[in-house]
């Protein structure tokens, strides 16, 4: 289930599971957020998943994985402000524009659904941005600079989306 209320933090935890390890008293917690995506290029605020993962799993010292489950989407941190988010959507379209002429989305050579997106432009900016990051854990918090936010990069929407959240420690 998504909540839609949440305009550019479409996100709702859908699936939590905590796992003691065999090695002294690590333990690992795995949440997963669902995300609603925007056309094209958007970019989604996944702190509030994050946070809820983290203060769910009790864990206070570690760190935390934030993966993406899909070739195009990327995680990144960065600052979540409205006019830098349409700046960084505005550089991804001039650095690798949609419209160029791409072997991947040549459809008819490739052994695909004739209904499969041309997409190699949100392929090549995941792989710019990469598909995870790990965040530190100290005291039950993350240890981010004051506007950092983890953000999900929807690089081919409007999809559905899954990101796995999880967070390691004692």
């Avoid at 796992?19 to 996944?46: F, N, P």
């Avoid at 598909?131 to 100290?138: D, G, Q």
Wanted: aromatic share 6%.
């Amino acid at each position: 289930m998504i909540d839609r209320s949440l305009p550019g933090a479409a996100w709702c935890l859908v699936q939590s599971l905590t796992i003691t390890t065999q090695i002294g008293h690590m333990k690992i917690h795995s949440s997963l957020i669902e995300v609603a995506s925007g056309a094209g290029i958007s970019l989604h605020d996944l702190m509030p998943g994050i946070y809820e993962a983290v203060r769910a799993s009790g864990i206070q010292n570690g760190f935390v994985t934030v993966t993406s489950q899909h070739t195009t989407t990327a995680i990144a941190v960065n600052e979540h402000e409205p006019r830098l988010l349409e700046d960084v959507k505005a550089f991804f379209t001039q650095l690798i524009p949609p419209a160029d002429k791409y072997l991947h989305n040549d459809i008819a050579l490739r052994d695909c659904p004739p209904d499969e997106p041309e997409n190699a432009h949100s392929h090549l900016v995941t792989m710019l941005l990469g598909s995870s990051e790990v965040i530190a854990l100290s005291g039950g918090e993350l240890v981010l600079g004051r506007y950092l936010s983890v953000m999900l990069y929807e690089l081919d929407g409007p999809r559905e989306r899954k990101v796995s959240v999880q967070v390691y420690g004692e």
